[in-house]
């Protein structure tokens, strides 16, 4: 049984102040008693401070990306070790906003991804196709492609501390969301090519979160799909009340 997953990419938005209120809201509207794992994946320099507001809580804390290196001469770079000493226990690694607007190719996640994994931390990879690739038919070739590329190399013990994040480029900020079938396809698409590879008790065990315009509005018809884990949120995890509203989604049957 994989356990659902609610993740909030705050991405660049909130000053410190909004930063500090808006995790306490999250924190107290999550019971201790959540079936859901919630975290929230606020800027770097708001990090510590939001992991203090949340600390005691069963809100966990991410951070939006990390470098492929441990340490050394990376001007502007953080290190797995750096989120951790911060209070992280998830990154996100591969968002399609690094993909496509900084070059960020397959090797280099597959790069961080080890190098996070080696560091103790639990990654969320995002992996999704655009519109183009989607117009053309070309999805499940892109899956194929992101998902051998970003695993490769990972132990057993490394995939218990890897989600995946299906998130389509047209559905991201846009308003655009895919159908709970397209979601569930593809869910189900990248399962079966980790089943080929990896076999039946990692593709199994992999939870594979959907993410892309997520309301409280569609996310039930979402989440409730077999292969549907939980939501990587952007723009909604900005509002406390829809971030919640979306956690509960999950955990209604
Ligand atoms: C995201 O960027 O991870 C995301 C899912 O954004 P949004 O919910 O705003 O589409």
Known sequence: MRTKFVAGNWKMNTTLSEAKALAAAVAKGVSPTCPVIVAVCPPFPWLAAVGEVVSGSPVALGAQDVHFEKKGAYTGEVSPAMLKEAGCKYVIIGHSERRHQLGESDAAVNHK??????????????????LAERERNLQERVFQRQVYAACAGLSDEQFSRLTIAYEPVWAIGTGK??????AQTAHAFVRERLRVVYGAPIANAVSILYGGSVTPENAAGLLHQPDVDGALVGGASLKADQFLAIANAATAP
């Open 113 to 130: 991804v080890h190098t996070a994994l080696e560091e103790g931390m639990h990654v969320i990879l995002c992996m999704g196709e655009t």
């Open 177 to 182: 969301v895919a159908t709970p079938e397209q």
